[in-house]
C-alpha cells in the first residue's frame, strides 16, 4: 500500500488536559478525546512524514504493538478524524506553511 501523509487542520481547537489530547473541529463542534497512541499519531502528524514512519518510530518504538496491527489501526484512526476534517490526507507530503 502507498504511503499517505497527514497533516493538522487549521479548523480545530486541540489541548492537553490532564494527559489527554481534546480536539474540537470548529466547523461542526465535535469534540474528541485522544487515547496515548491516537495522541502520539496526532502530534507527529505535520503533513511531510509519511504515516508507516509514525507508526514505526512513534507507536511500536514506545508500545509493545505488532507492526502490521499498529499500521492498521493508524489508518482506521486516520480515516475516522480525516471523515471529520480533524486530519487531512495525502498521498504525497503537504507543501510547508508559509510562516506569518
Known sequence: MPDIYIARSSAIAARI??????IMNSADSTFFTLN???????????????????????ICGQYDVEAGQAQADAE??????SHHGILLVSDRPFAPQASA
Not at 17 to 22: I, S
Not at 43 to 51: F, H, K
Not at 76 to 81: E, M, P, S, T
Open 76 to 81: 482506521q484512526f486516520v480515516a475516522d478524524l
Open 36 to 58: 496515548e497512541v491516537a495522541t502520539a499519531i496526532w502530534q507527529a502528524a505535520d503533513g511531510r512524514t509519511p504515516l508507516s514512519q509514525i507508526v514505526r518510530e512513534h
Open 17 to 22: 488536559l490532564a494527559g489527554e489530547m481534546m
